[in-house]
């Protein structure tokens, strides 16, 4: 079965702190794998894809395809990074829809 | 461009009414995505359209739920009869083609069902 799991629904830190969200998924095959963003009362944004190996606003993620797993990390949090987190994982064929874990609100503290 | 625009985005409806949710892609755009959020969960692929056309929608309840996207306006994702389990957030996404292209998302709408 396709699903994407985020296991903490809650994560606090203090700012300066290392971040890290974590993501396991379960696919039968070569998922595209995603971050996406909601800033309170923003829309659904994304973060970063897997195949892009980019750095967006500090945050990186690694795909890992032996423990199935996609964390989103940062080494110094911001406030700003507040926010809620989703992790997606996209077929690579047939009609590419998103699967998407149930997200985790991080929260960094002054 | 104004990105993907969801209307209403917030509609209450009571038990037995129906509910009309309307998704205008971006420009440029000819695919579109709509997704569920129920509290608590994840987002959940409904349906997939492409302009006149279905191509996915195995997400769909096989009852009282629909969804167009016609030649020319929005798409519309329209639940008959709803009940109070449709309460959730439906957020509908575009993009330009099919395959390796990012999906935009909207603001959503938020629907009550009292």
């Known amino acids: 079965a396709q699903r994407v799991t985020q296991p903490e629904k809650l994560l606090s830190v203090f700012k300066g702190a290392p971040v890290e969200l974590k993501c396991n998924y379960s696919?039968?095959?070569?998922?595209?794998l995603f971050w996406y963003v909601q800033y309170s009362r923003q829309r659904l944004q994304l973060l970063l894809r897997h195949i892009s190996r980019e750095s967006i606003k500090g945050f990186t993620a690694d795909l890992n395809k032996g423990e199935t797993s996609f964390h989103l990390k940062k080494p110094f949090a911001q406030e700003e990074d507040s926010a809620m987190y989703y992790c997606a994982l996209r077929a690579t064929s047939g009609t590419y829809k998103y699967i998407f874990g149930t997200g985790t609100r991080l929260k960094v503290l002054a | 461009n104004a990105g993907v625009m969801q209307n209403p985005r917030h509609l209450v409806r009571r038990r037995g009414q129906e509910a009309r949710l309307r998704c205008s892609p971006m420009?440029?755009?000819?695919?579109v995505y709509w997704y569920r959020q129920l509290p608590e969960e994840g987002l959940k692929f409904m349906v997939y359209?492409?302009?006149?056309?279905?191509?996915?929608e195995s997400g769909m309840p096989k009852e009282r739920f629909s969804a167009e996207f016609p030649k020319e306006g929005p798409s519309i994702l329209r639940i008959q009869q709803v009940v109070r389990g449709d309460s959730a957030a439906y957020f509908c996404?575009?993009?330009?083609?099919?395959?390796?292209?990012?999906?935009?998302f909207g603001p959503g709408t938020r629907l009550t069902v009292l």
């Open positions: 996404a575009s993009s330009p083609g099919q395959g390796m292209d990012e999906q935009f």
């Open positions: 359209l492409q302009k006149e056309n279905i191509i996915d």
């Open positions: 420009k440029g755009h000819s695919h």
């Open positions: 696919y039968s095959g070569s998922p595209e």
